[in-house]
């Protein structure tokens, strides 16, 4: 098979195709023929040589989500049958033609979803599940705050937050990115480049703050986040973009009663992943399928073309996912 394999540690020009055994799968998973894979912020890092992948995925060929047709499956899977059109969050290795996948970490691609829209979801939505849902305990009527939201994090906790009945807010680094998070839903879209959003989360709470945050700046937003959360709030990190080392006043903290969490989810077991997709079958799936929640892709790269589309997920100018297909 042709795959897009890590040269060497560096820019967006080290991703290179090469020739690659097709991979067998586990008594447990399953091989599928990619149609298209999801690009994500951890596929730079471990290209720039920042993010190891774990011991049992493939140490060169990066990509966390695709889509695609499965061609085989292992002596001991019984959720799917070759055939069957799914998409995967796995370990690595989404950036090739053939990928192998655990069979708990698939789900069926709607009807109304082509194989490019649907590898555009794993990755974002067991993450915001997982940390918003399920770390965060965000509840129907609270209020969520999404640092990033044009971001394909971002998109993703809009739509599935407001579908599930909370009040959501952003930050967004350009009034286009501002307008569109509000387009897809959510209630105020702050650009961080001309307002604090400190002050304009004061003003639309009354005072009283959020309830939940999602974060993936960490530095000096930490404290601003801190300021913003509500009594009994839940501040939830997954990635520290502008620094890991912060100072913060604990004492609100304490008269808050604030929860402060965080989670990365490559390195977890199939079975908590696992355990996500079927709580996202249950619950999300049905809202993709009737149209509340959409696939929001920016751009499409031909596999050939990934240097590209790195480079664009470096500058930041996207809304959304960028995909890379295979033909």
């Known amino acids: 098979m042709k795959a897009l394999v890590i040269t060497k540690p560096g820019g967006p020009e080290v991703l290179q195709i090469r020739d690659r ?18 690009i994500n912020r951890p596929d730079v890092a471990q290209r720039k040589g920042a993010y190891p992948p774990p011991p049992d995925a493939p140490q060169d060929i990066p990509g966390l989500e695709v889509a695609g047709t499965i061609e085989a499956i292992g002596d001991a899977v019984t959720l799917w049958q070759t055939g069957d059109k799914v998409c995967a969050l796995v370990s690595g290795g989404g950036y090739a033609e053939y990928c192998t996948a655990p ?23 067991f993450t915001v599940w997982s940390n918003v849902f399920d770390r965060g305990r965000l509840q129907p009527g609270e209020s969520l705050l999404v640092h990033g939201g044009s971001s394909g994090i971002g998109v993703t906790a809009i739509q599935m937050a407001k579908a599930l009945g909370s009040v959501v807010y952003v930050t967004a680094g350009s009034d286009d990115k501002c307008r569109f998070c509000e387009q897809l839903g959510a209630t105020k879209a702050v650009n961080y480049k001309t307002e604090y959003f400190i002050h304009t989360i004061a003003q639309l709470t009354g005072g009283k703050g959020v309830n939940v945050i999602l974060d993936m700046i960490g530095g000096d937003y930490t404290q601003g986040n801190i300021q913003s959360l509500a009594e009994e709030g ?27 969490t965080g989670s990365t989810l490559r390195p977890r077991d199939r079975p908590f992943k696992s355990a996500i997709a079927t709580a996202l079958k249950k619950t999300v799936w049905p809202l993709i399928e009737a149209g509340q929640i959409k696939p929001v892709i920016h751009q499409t790269f031909a596999a050939q073309d990934a240097a590209k589309a790195h480079a664009l997920m470096e500058s930041s100018t996207h809304i959304g996912k960028i995909v890379l297909e295979f033909s």
């Open 21 to 38: 055994p097709v991979p067998q799968p586990k008594p447990h998973e399953v091989l599928i023929k990619v149609a298209a894979a999801g």
């Open 103 to 125: 069979e708990g970490q698939c789900l069926p691609v709607q009807p109304n979803l082509t194989l490019t829209e649907a590898a555009s979801l794993p990755e974002t939505f």
């Open 234 to 260: 839940r501040l939830v990190l997954i990635n520290t973009m502008k620094g890991k080392d912060v100072q913060v006043d604990l004492s609100m903290v304490m008269r808050k009663r604030l929860f402060i």
